[in-house]
């Protein structure tokens, strides 16, 4: 049995921009990026027809957006507004690092999150109660190209612990994208049913044939 946990709304909690438009907006005029006045509408449609369950970075949507309006940018530029625009303040949730280290005990353990930004997840965990190199895999969406549910997701995370996919319990707080392991013969640990403080005793339970 291998464990991967989702990371924000999980084992974290970051503040977001409330407009991130408007904020990564801010972030290519202070690089003498014109932005267009309908630069919030552009950023709301999509530009990209990426497959199913793809992830877009949002660099390259950001690019896409400015390009549909007319304006030419450089992707370091956007690349690099993005990621200033995305500077999270961290919180570790209550309970997090003793989950963490249950899971530890019981064999190989990564994170599996959905993440369209650059470095954000490794800029999270520096600001956490986390060591990034703590974990036996880390995979980003924005790293392996697929958000979950797509199954190539939990895929990816699952051979970066050495196990397959059907050996994989992943905790997370969302049904509908880490949920996604079901499907595939994996079991999904819901934080809002199982909270962090008491993952420690489901494991033992699990790890004793109880569900």
Known sequence: MAVSFDLFGTLVDVDVPSDPAAVVADELRARDVSVPDDFAAAYR????????????????HVSAALQSRGVSVTQNAARRAVIAAFDPTVRTREGAVEAVEAARDRGPVGV?????????????????????REFDSVVTS????????????????????????????????????????????????????VSLAEFPTWLVDHANGER
């Open 45 to 60: 449609e999509p530009h990209i027809d990426a497959p199913e369950g793809a992830e877009v970075p949002l660099p390259a």
């Open 112 to 132: 599996l999150s959905n993440c369209s930004v650059p470095e954000l997840v490794g800029r999270t965990f520096v600001r956490s109660a986390f060591d990034y």
């Open 142 to 193: 924005v790293g392996c190209g697929w958000r979950k549910p797509a199954p190539q997701a939990f895929e990816v995370v699952a051979d970066g612990l050495g196990v397959a996919v059907e050996a994989l319990v992943h905790v997370g707080d969302s049904s509908a994208t880490d949920g996604g392991v079901e499907p595939l013969g994996g079991t999904f640990v819901d934080v809002t049913d």
